[in-house]
Nanobody, 128 residues
Framework: QVQLVESGGGSVQAGGSLRLSCAAS????????MVWFRQAPGKEREGVAA????????YSADSVKGRFTALQDNAKRTIYLQMNRLKHEDTAMYFC?????????????????????WGQGTQVTVSS
């Protein structure tokens, strides 16, 4: 089973930018949908952005729309989360997840139950 490793988290001031990376240990050939989630202390895990690796379509939650974008580099087996204009409320642990084989992102891409392969997470802290 492929393993996912996130990196790129850190501390940043509000208004700044970060790019998170999610590297896969093996080829993601049959995985169409890759998703970024986040979880703040005491809150449920929420989907923030997704990308369909085959068609390039991207999705984002209303809370981050226009600020966060999922990107990919298939040659490096890596997806990214570009985060701009960060806010204090973006502070959370960020995780990437791989969808089921041949399953597109679809309208419920943000539902955690759809994903069985997760990374260990990377912490993002935004100071106001």
């Amino acid at each position: 089973q492929v393993q996912l490793v996130e990196s790129g988290g850190g501390s940043v001031q509000a208004g700044g930018s970060l790019r998170l990376s999610c590297a896969a240990s093996a080829d993601l050939g049959s995985t169409y949908c890759m998703v970024w989630f986040r979880q703040a202390p005491g809150k449920e895990r929420e989907g923030v952005a997704a990308i369909n690796r085959v068609y390039g379509a991207t999705y984002s939650a209303d809370s981050v729309k226009g600020r966060f974008t999922a990107l990919q580099d298939n040659a490096k087996r890596t997806i990214y989360l570009q985060m701009n204009r960060l806010k204090h409320e973006d502070t959370a642990m960020y995780f990437c997840a791989a969808g089921a084989p041949f399953a597109g992102c679809k309208d419920d891409w943000y539902s955690t139950y759809k994903y069985k392969t997760w990374g260990q997470g990377t912490q993002v802290t935004v100071s106001s």
